[in-house]
Structure formats: C-alpha cells, structure tokens
C-alpha cells in the first residue's frame, strides 16, 4: 500500500536548504514503507531538513539549487553490514575451494605475506569506488589496520563502521592480542565524537579468539556501551567443533560471557537450533546474512525468516570481496530472496518491500545507526542513492520494490550522497580518483603473482 504525505514527519518550514532532490519516484522505506510520487526532497549540510510535495518545495526554497531526477527513484543509501573491504585486492583468489582451505592455504598466508597500511588503503579506495557506484552508502568493515580504513574512508566521506581486530595470533598489525586491545581502543577514543566513522570491537570469530580474551571483549563492551561484531556459527562444523571443544555451541558460550546482547553483531548464523534462534530474538542481538558467502563457500543456510518470526533485526552483508566475489548490494538483497524462497520451498518468503527494508533499515538497525540514516526521514542524514528507471530492465513500474530486488542492480544507481555530500554522480566519482585506485589494484595483482 502506498504511503500519503500524511504518514511523513512535520518539517521545519524555516530551514533553508543547500540542495532540492526532486525525483519521479521515491522510496522512503521509514516511517511508512511507500511509494511515492511527486515528492521532493530539501538538504542542508549533512541532513535531511525537509520532505514535502515538490511543488511545496519549489515554492519554499526559490533560488536553491535542484537536482532533477526525473527518471530516477530516490531511496536511502544501502548498508552493507558485514565486509572486509581491503580484501578487494585478494578478489578471484581461491576460487572453488573449500572454507578451511580458502582460509588456512590460500587467504591467511597472503595477508601474512601482504596485508600492510598501504594494502589496506589501496583495498578500501577500491572497495569505496565499487560500494558508492553501486548505491551502498555504510559499510561495517573488520581488517587489519582499521586506523587506515578509517582515515581513508573519512577522505573519501563514506560513512564506516570499523570493527577493530581482535585476533590472537602475530600479524602485521598488531603483536599480540593485548596489542590489539590497546590499539582497539585507541582508535574507539579517536572516533568517539566522529559522524561518519563508529568504531566496535571485532573479535574474528569464538572459534579463533580464546575465552579469555572474549571475556575481556565483553567486559569492555559492556563497559564503554560498544558493539561487538564478530563471525558467529558460520558453518555446522564449527558448531559441532564447539560442541566437541567445550560441550556447547559457541552461542551459548557468548551468552555465557556476557555477550550476548542488543549490541552483539552476529554475522552468518548458518547453524542455529529453534532455541538459540528464540535466545537471539530476546537477546535483541542483531543478526547479519551474507547469502553470497554463505553460497559460495557452502556453509550453510541463514534461517532468515524464522529470526523474522521471532522478531530478530537482521541485516545483510556482501562479506569480504574475496568471498563473494563483489560488494553490489542489490545482488546480494536479490540472493537473500531467493535463497530464501528456495530454502523454504516457498515463494510468499522474502517479499521484495522486505528485503529494500532489510538493505537499508535493517542495516542501520544492526549497526545501532537507526536514529541516523537508513531511511528517506527529515532529521536523518542525507545518505540517499538515485536509481535510474529509464533503462528496459526497470520498465514499466508496475512494482517498485520488485524491480529493485529482482530486476535493478548496482549499475543502475546513478547518484550517490553520503551526510549531504555527493560522491558519485553519472559515472564520475567526486572524492577518489578512479584512475588511480585502479592502477594500484592492478599493481597489487602484480604484486600478489610476484611478477
Ligand atoms: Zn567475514
């Protein structure tokens, strides 16, 4: 059903305005799920200020400059809630092998050999130039050197959460798990009071970081009210792994510790019994489905609908490009629908308007960013995408929603804004220079061949 303007916020008449989005079509996902035409949007700095007809917009800000999008649909940027965005330059490596093989054989000991700050920089330029191009506005990233990542996606303006590394084990990073605590922490300090960049902790996974450490991640969390994101039952062999390692699931252990809770960021989930899918729910973690991954390594099956059921926030990620092997949202929103209607032999599972709402909202709800973007709402950042409709694929409009998860992808995203600023308009990127960014990933594949 299609939402009225009865259904959107009050707007401050008196703000004056930098830009008017004016499109044909737009979808504000939050307060009320719509489609809406005739619309328009007003932006001063970083936020959203005003949402109204546009002739009402015409008239209440003359002389304001305005974007005409006459063939577009204006939604809120996509929030991909999982990823390992310098793992951009590692993307094809590997191909067709099995999880434990593709990690212990093929990615672990090319980062060990490679991974340093300009790595990371020149992976997460690559990662920001395809994500903006493809409509995805925040990203929730876990790598080494997250001070890099955080720096570069700052200059570039796209909107980051850094899961800083948690890992036990030497790297290039840090010596040794106190390290990364103390580097963890510094970083959160530094992005304390920072709009686009929110810092959480970043535990690899319980399979990789002991108890003891998990411990202290808890009791620090818990203490300064940080999230914690972190690679949770992502296959049965590790559940069963758990089982056979300390007589209970992983899940369970976390809940043991204290960690379980609404600012738990649970990434897979592929192997969870009705009771631990009912823990998660009253435990208000937030739960986040990489079906790419998930696919393409074979490591199970996210039951997405039933954490629905249960009233579980749950989010969608692309994982690292390594694994997926892109980071189009779109696509990924799409397989999430699919694989679910499959899963389930049902096809009323997944309902398109669902799923835009899981890539956006769900997203920002998953990153505790709701009250922020994830939706087209006066008060919000200006994190907004442009679709272009005229194109054969995206003819006639009979269903908005349908055509966004079925038959548009990132290539169809013609405006990208993250706070209010433009970062790709028409092919062009505003704040990276693409050239660039591509010659170095294409010296990095040199490098990695040893040629
Ligand atoms: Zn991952």
């Known amino acids: 059903?299609?939402?009225?303007?009865?259904?959107?916020?009050?707007?401050?008449?008196?703000?004056?305005?930098?830009?008017?989005?004016?499109?044909?079509?737009?979808?504000?996902?939050?307060?009320?799920?719509?489609?809406?035409?005739?619309?328009?949007?007003?932006?001063?700095?970083?936020?959203?200020?005003?949402?109204?007809p546009s002739?009402?917009?015409?008239?209440?800000?003359?002389?304001?400059?305005?974007?005409?999008?006459?063939?577009?649909?204006?939604?809120?940027?996509?929030?991909?809630?999982?990823?390992?965005?310098?793992?951009?330059?590692?993307?094809?490596?590997?191909?067709?092998?099995a999880l434990d093989v593709w990690l212990e054989d093929t990615i672990w000991p090319l980062e060990g050999r490679w991974v340093d700050a300009a790595f990371v920089r020149d992976g997460v330029r690559l990662a920001i130039a395809e994500m903006v191009a493809s409509g995805t506005t925040t990203a929730a990233d876990m790598y080494y050197f997250p001070e890099t990542t955080a720096e570069t996606c700052r200059e570039a303006g796209f909107r980051l959460q850094s899961a800083f590394p948690i890992i036990e084990m030497a790297n290039a990073y840090a010596k040794d798990v106190d390290d990364c605590f103390a580097k963890g922490l510094a970083l959160h300090d530094r992005f304390r009071d920072d709009d686009l960049v929110t810092t959480c902790f970043g535990p690899h996974s319980a399979y990789t970081v002991g108890r003891k450490s998990l411990e202290r991640v808890a009791m620090l969390a818990?203490?300064?009210?940080?999230?914690?994101?972190?690679?949770?039952?992502?296959?049965?062999?590790?559940?069963?792994?758990?089982?056979?390692?300390?007589?209970?699931?992983?899940?369970?252990?976390?809940?043991?510790?204290?960690?379980?809770?609404?600012?738990?960021?649970?990434?897979?989930?592929?192997?969870?019994?009705?009771?631990?899918?009912?823990?998660?729910?009253?435990?208000?973690?937030r739960v986040v489905h990489c079906p790419h991954s998930n696919m393409k390594l074979a490591s199970g099956v996210c039951p997405v609908g039933k954490f629905l059921a249960a009233d579980a926030t749950v989010a969608l990620g692309t994982d690292g490009a390594a694994s997926n092997n892109g980071l189009d949202m779109f696509a990924e929103a799409r397989l999430a629908a699919l694989l679910a209607k499959s899963a389930n032999a049902d096809p009323t599972a997944a309902p398109a308007a669902r799923m835009v709402a899981m890539a956006t909202m769900g997203g920002a709800q998953a990153l505790g960013l709701e009250d922020r973007i994830g939706s087209v709402e006066v008060g919000k950042r200006a994190d907004l995408i442009a679709v272009d409709l005229h194109h054969p694929a995206m003819q006639p409009l009979h269903d908005a929603h349908a055509q966004l998860i079925h038959a548009s992808t990132g290539p169809r995203v013609t405006h990208t804004f993250i706070g209010g600023r433009c970062l790709y308009a028409n092919g062009r990127w505003t704040t990276l220079?693409?050239?660039?960014?591509?010659?170095?990933?294409?010296?990095?594949?040199?490098?990695?061949?040893?040629?």
């Open 1 to 52: 059903m299609d939402a009225t303007t009865a259904d959107l916020p009050a707007v401050d008449a008196a703000a004056p305005a930098d830009l008017l989005l004016v499109p044909h079509t737009l979808l504000p996902v939050a307060p009320a799920d719509g489609v809406l035409e005739g619309m328009a949007v007003a932006v001063r700095g970083t936020n959203i200020v005003d949402l109204a």
């Open 55 to 97: 002739g009402e917009i015409t008239a209440r800000y003359p002389g304001v400059p305005r974007l005409e999008l006459d063939h577009h649909l204006l939604m809120p940027g996509l929030v991909n809630a999982h990823g390992h965005l310098a793992m951009t330059l590692l993307r094809g490596l590997g191909e067709s092998e």
């Open 222 to 285: 818990n203490e300064l009210d940080a999230s914690t994101h972190i690679h949770l039952h992502e296959t049965a062999s590790e559940v069963a792994a758990a089982r056979a390692a300390c007589g209970t699931t992983w899940l369970r252990l976390l809940d043991a510790i204290g960690l379980l809770n609404e600012n738990l960021q649970a990434v897979h989930m592929t192997s969870v019994s009705g009771d631990e899918i009912q823990l998660v729910a009253e435990r208000g973690v």
């Open 433 to 451: 220079d693409i050239d660039e960014t591509l010659a170095r990933a294409a010296l990095w594949r040199d490098r990695l061949r040893g040629v």
